[in-house]
């Protein structure tokens, strides 16, 4: 496996990866790959912080479990009756709305990112609200697979709103994620707060430049992130993200042997809500793929210039969290977990293949793609522009 992660590694042009495998309630390997920044000697390894962008879905699902598990919310729960103020631009789906309908993608909402990409840095929580207050499903709830954002990000403020109602929203999720996930699985690195994420031992984001070669991408790219943050705004490493793997592997339980939560609320989470092909589907804040003949649950993060997947087969106790911090990698989501399972199930041989395909793919598109590129512009087509542009 570690021979497959080099080799990927140079065919992808990935600087960091870092890398952590459960199997039996035990940890087998949690370590490093590379470096966290391209050309610095720094290494990463499995205490190194990653922007885990939308592995935070399943986070705050987990949040939300535990409140349906005390009693104090259902999933069925209309979000009106939680939060009065709260509508779509549509009343009939306003009061149909359920808190499993915001994190199941099956509310045939669009997938909608610039009005909170655009947004300032400091947003507040409120911002989703105002989001969804301009959309309108396109479907029926339950008739199509629709991923978006904003309501996700919602169902997170809601729950934290149920369980600290006198907070404001963004101070109610970040109390709620703290006191009922991340100090109770011992998740002591994992924050919100991007300032003490970019401190130590963090990864740099790595992108593709305009001539083809990898590029550090400006960190206050992803900060607007921040506003939407129960649906990707989770800085976190393998240690950490283990942990949270190993409780779904082991029905609610922690490691000393006490119930967290009940078996039936965290694999509520599991059930299918909408099909998103012929053997998968997703279900709250979670993705299940049952092509190989065993379920395989997962959920992936695609943040600027990072990359990342938590993947874990429950029928064997075997469970995977891969870290990266090149937008390059991204094959490496579904390349290792295959890996993995021709590793482990002694699988057909497929992993090697579908990473030199997608290399040899990225250099054809960056190539084809410089080639219509004139850079920097001449000066006649440079003429034709706003003599003054300003972009904060």
Known sequence: LKAFVRRSQRLLGVPGLSLGIVQGGKVVYAGGFGV???GKPEPVDADT?????SNTKSLTTLMLATLVDEGRLRWDTPVAEVLPDFKLADAQATAQMQIKHLSCACAGLLYRNLDWEFAPPDAPASIVFDILARMRPTSAFGASYQYTNPPAAAAGYVGAHVAY????LGQAYDRAMAERVFAPLGMTRTTFDFDRAMRGNFARSHGVGIDGGLEL????RDRQMHAVRP???????????????KLELSGGQLDDGQRFISEAAL???WKPQIATGRDAWYGLGLDTDVSSGTPMLFHGGRPYGQRSNMAWWPQHGLGLVILTNSSSGNVLMDALPRKLMELAFDAQ????????AAAAGEREQRQARRRE????????????LAPRYRND
């Open 36 to 38: 966290r920044e391209a």
């Open 49 to 53: 912080l990653y922007l885990i962008a």
């Open 165 to 168: 109602p006198d907070l404001e």
């Open 217 to 220: 991408i400006d960190p206050r």
């Open 231 to 245: 649906t990707g705004g989770a800085w976190s490493n393998v240690h950490d993200l283990l942990a949270y793997v």
């Open 267 to 269: 694999r509520e989470r």
């Open 349 to 356: 041989p497929e992993a090697d293949s579908m990473v030199a």
């Open 373 to 384: 590129w004139t850079f920097p512009a001449g000066k006649e087509r440079a003429a034709a």
